[in-house]
Structures are given as structure tokens and as C-alpha cells.
């Protein structure tokens, strides 16, 4: 199995920045995909990024240009920077990782907060 430990959310103005980071345990050499999704109040879970084991990227579109997902291999860590943030940004954050191609593990989920 897979577990996933989320850190760095918290409160932020508008325009500023956040970085998220996402620390894997367990089996992580099965490890195909990993990404960031949020979710706001009242709505559904949606993707922010992924990075696959190959370095493959993949952004939605509301995040392109101010958001950059990345790894360090060595820590087992998967990070998520956020820049130029904004109050629609504001949700809570939840790191997945797909591994052996069909199973799913989530992290407990952090809250970013954009507000003045």
C-alpha cells in the first residue's frame, strides 16, 4: 500500500504564494501517478496537477502558468508550488497517488485559504 502525508497549507493574501508537499511511504516503487486535486465547499473533487513516473505533467486549466508541480525522488516527496494565488483558489488541497495502475490512495488533506 501506499500512504500519503500532506503539509503547507494555510492562510494567504491574494497574489501571494503557497507551497503544498505531499510525502509518500509504503510501496512507492508501484507508484504510476501523483498528483493534487482540491475541493471547495459544495463542490466536487477536481485535478489541480499530476506527474506521472515518467515526468509527464499535466495542469488544469485555471492553474496554468501560476502553479508548478514537482518531485524529489529522494525524499519521496511530491510538491505542489503556488503562485499569484487567488480567492478562487481557496479549497482544500488532497494528494492521490495511483499505484499498480488501479489502486488509489488519498492524504488526510490540507486547506489553502485565499483571502485579504
Known amino acids: 500500500q501506499v500512504q500519503l502525508v500532506e503539509s503547507g497549507g494555510g492562510l494567504v493574501q491574494p497574489g501571494g504564494s503557497l507551497r503544498l508537499s505531499c510525502a509518500a511511504s509504503?510501496?512507492?516503487?508501484?507508484?504510476?501517478?501523483m498528483g493534487w486535486y482540491r475541493q471547495a465547499p459544495g463542490k466536487q473533487r477536481d485535478l489541480v496537477a499530476t506527474?506521472?513516473?515518467?515526468?509527464?505533467?499535466n495542469y488544469a486549466d485555471s492553474v496554468k502558468g501560476r502553479f508548478t508541480i514537482s518531485r524529489d525522488n529522494a525524499k519521496n516527496t511530491v510538491y505542489l508550488q503556488m503562485n499569484n494565488l487567488k480567492p478562487e483558489d481557496t479549497a482544500v488541497y488532497y494528494c492521490?497517488?495511483?499505484?499498480?495502475?488501479?489502486?488509489?490512495?488519498w492524504g488526510q488533506g490540507t486547506q489553502v485559504t485565499v483571502s485579504s
Open positions: 492521490n497517488a495511483v499505484w499498480r495502475n488501479v489502486f488509489n490512495s
Open positions: 509504503g510501496s512507492i516503487f508501484t507508484i504510476n501517478i
Open positions: 506527474i506521472t513516473s515518467g515526468g509527464s505533467i
